[in-house]
């Protein structure tokens, strides 16, 4: 109520455009309808505008208070867009900051949570009254004969903060009567400190956040490896506060071990997994591309839906074997038809040209470091049931140029995203 009435008092000032918000959690029955009431009520006064947002499904939900404000700051959102408004207002006391500064320390937190509530959030959730103490507002709300409620859960002993609130602060007044804005000091200089780490910490993000290399986690100080893995994250899910420092743990030990493939998986069906030098973010489980085989004729190119294209041209007998393996010659004569593109199977076999025998695909994609989501939707080019070629990996021993070659078959592979290809 006194931050509604303050910022109509300072609306010819700063040319604001005043909208009141009211979310009626339908928690405590009748007093919940005489809180509306009351806001709808004193809005009317003032002259404002006042939109009412109801809350469902809460009753008996467990993590009451967060699912609470999720509920109503999603709420004040939808409000503020629809309303034109481009900062949403709250009223967040000093008070406020200390209690939550107390809370945190108790439950246990970093730096960020001990940089408690911000006086800007998100460029857009604003705490106008986060240096006025709640007697200041009290003071303020008689001397405007103004009128509120007051929530009769505040006085719960059962919450947190009503113990900090009601107990712990004023034992701790008996120690030092300015504690609160002592606790509130500390809030700011903790949230500047926290502020300068997010800043180091993406300053060691690549340009493009869709994998970590783990070498950025590896060759930092221990005490910034976990807000940097918040930091990556952050920019994929915005949101990072329902990941618990177990979960950051649990990621920069993953970074710190051997285990290509291994994962860890996060809330909202979310995982890290370890691609070798690389972290990488995913959401659910991504079904494998396969493809069919398709044949590859001589002037032709086969282009499948995994990005890769692969094409045939027929050379004179003069050519011989291409300098890197993203190209490949083979003799004409000697290649058995039919030739096919494919994606790569598990069981698949290559005799690789140099060794004696066959070795599995499988093991050749661990040997280059081909991440394990990406290794059978591969391509590989077969002949007659052979695997003649696999694109930048390796080449068979089978119809290889010789001074009795009459025409060469030319192989090129191209896929989006690998340079020069």
């Not at 029955?29 to 404002?48: F, K, N, P, Y």
């Not at 008689?142 to 719960?156: G, H, I, K, P, V």
């Not at 085989?293 to 282009?303: D, F, K, N, T």
Request: glycine share 6%.
């Amino acid at each position: 109520m006194a931050l509604l009435a303050t910022l109509v008092k300072l609306t010819p000032v700063l040319a604001l455009n005043v909208r009141a918000a009211h979310f009626n959690h339908h928690l405590r029955g009748d007093e919940s309808q005489r809180d509306q009431t009351c806001a709808q009520q004193i809005a009317t006064t003032l002259g404002v505008p006042c939109v009412v947002g109801d809350g469902v499904g809460l009753s008996g939900a467990s993590n009451l208070e967060a699912r609470a404000r999720e509920q109503r700051y999603a709420f004040l959102s939808r409000a503020a867009a629809a309303a034109g408004c481009t900062k949403i207002a709250t009223g967040h006391t000093i008070d406020d900051q200390a209690e939550t500064l107390l809370m945190r320390l108790l439950r246990g937190t970093g730096w960020d949570g001990l940089a408690c509530i911000q006086p800007i959030r998100e460029g857009r959730i604003v705490r106008p009254l986060i240096e006025c103490s709640r007697q200041q507002v009290l003071t303020f709300l008689d001397a405007n004969a103004l009128s509120f409620c007051e929530d009769s859960s505040n006085n719960d002993r059962r919450l947190l903060r009503n113990r900090v609130r009601h107990a712990v602060l004023p034992l701790l007044r008996t120690i030092n009567p300015n504690v609160t804005r002592a606790l509130a000091s500390t809030a700011e200089v903790l949230a500047e400190e926290a502020a300068f780490l997010e800043t180091v910490s993406r300053s060691r993000l690549a340009a493009s956040p869709s994998s970590l290399p783990i070498a950025a986690v590896l060759t930092a100080p221990a005490t910034l490896r976990g807000r940097i893995v918040r930091s990556w994250l952050k920019g994929h899910r915005g949101d990072v506060r329902k990941l618990s420092a177990a979960h950051v743990r649990a990621i920069v030990s993953l970074a710190q071990g051997q285990q290509p493939g291994a994962r860890v998986r996060l809330p909202e069906a979310e995982c890290v997994i370890r691609e070798y030098d690389q972290l990488r973010w995913q959401v659910g489980e991504k079904p494998v591309a396969r493809e069919s085989p398709r044949e590859l004729v001589p002037g032709s190119a086969v282009s499948l839906a995994s990005g890769w294209r692969i094409s045939m041209e027929v050379c004179d007998a003069g050519v011989s074997q291409f300098p890197d393996l993203w190209e490949m010659a083979a003799d004409a004569d000697a290649v058995p038809p039919p030739l096919v593109v494919r994606s790569a199977r598990p069981g698949d076999r290559i005799r690789p040209l140099g060794l004696h025998g066959s070795r599995k695909l499988q093991d050749i994609f661990v040997d280059r470091k081909l991440p394990r989501a990406s290794r059978w939707s591969f391509p590989v080019v077969e002949a007659a049931g052979e695997l003649l070629w696999v694109p930048g990996m390796v080449r068979s021993g089978t119809a290889l140029i010789s001074p009795e070659t009459r025409c060469v078959l030319r192989l090129v592979a191209q896929k989006t995203g690998i340079a020069g290809r």
